[in-house]
């Protein structure tokens, strides 16, 4: 089975921004990616508003964390916009990034994070199960806007899961 239902992801992609109260500090998420044909993407998210996912082809670390730079700058010229935090995985490819973003004007909010390691909350095995479980009570609570994404819907719903020592694995 799949972690996250696919009925609450499209629950959220069917609503509009206009249905919502749009408040919070912004959170960038980047998923980076080596250079060859995978995609870097990086997911902005302010309160229960997830714009359109950036997605990256064949550029590097420095590259990349200068688009974020740029998004990020843009992101702040809205009302009430201000920065929480730039979560960047740490786990591959995303440690030239890291490392670019943490010489850079938004360096005090780069958060680096190693999904797989162990958690010891006696419910996740590892950070990234704790990050899914955190994503679909997310979605559960409901009232979250996400872009009609057919590809995103089907990377969200396809993760799956298992059990290791009685917690939550996602490997």
């Given at each position: 089975?799949?972690?996250?239902?696919g009925d609450k992801?499209?629950?959220?992609?069917?609503?509009?921004?206009?249905?919502?109260?749009?408040?919070?500090?912004?959170?960038?998420?980047?998923?980076?990616?080596?250079?060859?044909?995978?995609?870097?993407?990086?997911?902005?998210?302010?309160?229960?508003?997830?714009?359109?996912?950036?997605?990256?082809?064949?550029?590097?670390?420095?590259?990349?964390?200068?688009?974020?730079?740029?998004?990020?700058?843009?992101?702040?010229?809205?009302?009430?916009?201000?920065?929480?935090?730039?979560?960047?995985?740490?786990?591959?490819?995303?440690?030239?990034?890291?490392?670019?973003?943490?010489?850079?004007?938004?360096?005090?909010?780069?958060?680096?994070?190693?999904?797989?390691?162990?958690?010891?909350?006696?419910?996740?095995?590892?950070?990234?199960?704790?990050?899914?479980?955190?994503?679909?009570?997310?979605?559960?609570?409901?009232?979250?806007?996400?872009?009609?994404?057919?590809?995103?819907k089907s990377q969200?719903?396809?993760?799956?899961?298992?059990?290791?020592?009685?917690?939550?694995?996602?490997?």
């Open positions: 089975d799949a972690f996250i239902a992801v499209q629950e959220a992609m069917s609503r509009g921004p206009g249905e919502i109260e749009v408040n919070g500090p912004w959170v960038v998420a980047i998923d980076a990616a080596h250079y060859g044909d995978d995609e870097s993407v990086v997911h902005f998210r302010r309160g229960r508003l997830n714009l359109p996912q950036k997605t990256y082809r064949k550029i590097d670390g420095p590259e990349l964390a200068a688009r974020v730079e740029d998004e990020i700058g843009y992101l702040l010229l809205l009302p009430g916009s201000i920065l929480s935090a730039i979560v960047i995985e740490l786990d591959g490819p995303g440690v030239s990034c890291y490392d670019t973003l943490k010489r850079g004007k938004y360096k005090d909010f780069v958060v680096g994070v190693h999904t797989g390691s162990r958690e010891k909350d006696n419910k996740n095995y590892n950070l990234r199960a704790k990050m899914w479980r955190n994503a679909n009570e997310y979605l559960e609570e409901g009232g979250v806007v996400m872009p009609n994404d057919p590809e995103l969200l719903c396809s993760v799956k899961y298992r059990y290791k020592d009685g917690l939550l694995l996602l490997s």
